[in-house]
Protein backbone atom coordinates (compact mmCIF):
# COMPACT_ATOMS: atom_id res chain seq x y z
CA UNK A 1 0.00 0.00 0.00
CA UNK A 2 2.89 2.37 0.77
CA UNK A 3 4.52 1.57 -2.46
CA UNK A 4 0.89 2.24 -4.41
CA UNK A 5 0.71 5.78 -2.50
CA UNK A 6 4.56 6.61 -3.08
CA UNK A 7 4.29 6.12 -6.68
CA UNK A 8 0.86 7.79 -6.87
CA UNK A 9 2.17 10.83 -5.17
CA UNK A 10 5.10 11.07 -7.58
CA UNK A 11 2.94 10.68 -10.61
CA UNK A 12 0.77 13.72 -9.03
CA UNK A 13 4.23 15.83 -8.22
CA UNK A 14 5.66 15.20 -11.96
CA UNK A 15 2.67 16.03 -13.47
CA UNK A 16 1.73 19.36 -11.52
CA UNK A 17 5.47 20.60 -11.76
CA UNK A 18 6.17 20.07 -15.81
CA UNK A 19 4.43 22.75 -16.65
CA UNK A 20 3.36 22.96 -20.76
CA UNK A 21 5.81 24.52 -22.30
CA UNK A 22 3.61 26.10 -24.70
CA UNK A 23 2.48 28.65 -21.91
CA UNK A 24 5.71 29.47 -20.51
CA UNK A 25 6.13 32.84 -18.82
CA UNK A 26 9.47 34.96 -19.15
CA UNK A 27 10.31 37.29 -16.64
CA UNK A 28 7.98 40.20 -17.59
CA UNK A 29 5.01 37.44 -17.04
CA UNK A 30 4.00 37.27 -20.66
CA UNK A 31 3.00 33.99 -21.77
CA UNK A 32 5.59 31.95 -24.37
CA UNK A 33 3.49 30.77 -26.72
CA UNK A 34 5.97 28.34 -28.38
CA UNK A 35 9.41 26.61 -27.77
CA UNK A 36 11.11 27.48 -31.11
CA UNK A 37 14.60 26.69 -31.20
CA UNK A 38 14.16 26.86 -35.26
CA UNK A 39 12.26 29.05 -37.46
CA UNK A 40 9.47 31.75 -36.39
CA UNK A 41 8.46 32.32 -32.54
CA UNK A 42 6.18 34.57 -30.85
CA UNK A 43 5.02 35.33 -27.67
CA UNK A 44 1.82 36.56 -26.41
CA UNK A 45 0.80 38.86 -23.51
CA UNK A 46 -1.77 37.84 -21.21
CA UNK A 47 -4.67 39.80 -22.95
CA UNK A 48 -3.54 37.74 -25.92
CA UNK A 49 -2.03 40.56 -28.06
CA UNK A 50 1.54 39.98 -29.72
CA UNK A 51 4.13 40.29 -27.02
CA UNK A 52 7.12 39.17 -29.38
CA UNK A 53 7.82 37.77 -32.63
CA UNK A 54 11.02 36.49 -34.62
CA UNK A 55 12.94 33.89 -35.78
CA UNK A 56 15.46 31.36 -34.63
CA UNK A 57 18.41 29.54 -36.99
CA UNK A 58 20.56 27.00 -35.22
CA UNK A 59 19.15 27.95 -31.74
CA UNK A 60 19.82 31.26 -32.32
CA UNK A 61 18.19 34.50 -32.77
CA UNK A 62 18.69 35.57 -35.78
CA UNK A 63 16.64 38.32 -38.21
CA UNK A 64 14.18 40.80 -37.65
CA UNK A 65 12.62 41.07 -34.25
CA UNK A 66 10.05 42.87 -32.72
CA UNK A 67 8.67 43.09 -29.26
CA UNK A 68 5.07 44.61 -28.39
CA UNK A 69 3.28 46.96 -25.19
CA UNK A 70 0.41 44.92 -24.38
CA UNK A 71 -1.79 47.81 -26.44
CA UNK A 72 -0.38 45.75 -29.91
CA UNK A 73 1.76 49.07 -30.21
CA UNK A 74 5.91 49.01 -31.48
CA UNK A 75 7.90 48.80 -27.81
CA UNK A 76 11.84 47.46 -29.95
CA UNK A 77 12.26 46.40 -33.15
CA UNK A 78 15.91 45.27 -34.32
CA UNK A 79 18.15 42.62 -36.28
CA UNK A 80 19.87 39.61 -34.80
CA UNK A 81 22.61 37.74 -35.78
CA UNK A 82 24.07 34.47 -35.02
CA UNK A 83 22.20 35.50 -31.45
CA UNK A 84 24.20 38.76 -31.08
CA UNK A 85 22.54 42.53 -31.62
CA UNK A 86 23.39 43.90 -34.69
CA UNK A 87 22.39 47.17 -36.79
CA UNK A 88 20.05 49.51 -35.77
CA UNK A 89 17.75 48.92 -32.82
CA UNK A 90 14.71 51.13 -32.07
CA UNK A 91 12.67 51.82 -29.08
CA UNK A 92 9.50 53.70 -29.27
CA UNK A 93 7.22 54.94 -26.52
CA UNK A 94 3.45 53.76 -26.26
CA UNK A 95 2.21 56.16 -28.69
CA UNK A 96 4.39 55.11 -31.54
CA UNK A 97 7.44 58.04 -31.12
CA UNK A 98 10.83 56.85 -31.26
CA UNK A 99 12.62 57.40 -27.91
CA UNK A 100 16.43 55.83 -28.53
CA UNK A 101 18.08 55.05 -31.21
CA UNK A 102 21.29 52.29 -30.86
CA UNK A 103 23.67 51.03 -33.32
CA UNK A 104 25.17 47.58 -32.48
CA UNK A 105 28.15 45.41 -34.43
CA UNK A 106 28.80 41.80 -33.30
CA UNK A 107 26.67 42.84 -30.09
CA UNK A 108 28.72 45.54 -28.90
CA UNK A 109 26.68 49.02 -28.80
CA UNK A 110 28.50 51.72 -31.02
CA UNK A 111 26.23 54.51 -30.38
CA UNK A 112 22.87 55.37 -28.72
CA UNK A 113 20.91 58.90 -29.63
CA UNK A 114 18.12 59.55 -27.02
CA UNK A 115 15.12 60.99 -29.39
CA UNK A 116 12.92 63.97 -28.03
CA UNK A 117 10.44 65.45 -29.99
CA UNK A 118 11.27 63.55 -33.06
CA UNK A 119 14.77 64.57 -33.09
CA UNK A 120 17.57 62.08 -31.90
CA UNK A 121 20.72 63.34 -30.05
Do not use: P
Not at 41 to 55: P, R
Amino acid sequence: MKTIFTAWFLLICISACSGDSNHDRNSEGQIQTSTVTQGDFQWQHENGQLSAEGAYKDGKQNGSWVWYYDSGKVHVSGEYKNGVMVGTWKWFDEHGNVVEVSIYKDGKLIENFVCAEKECL
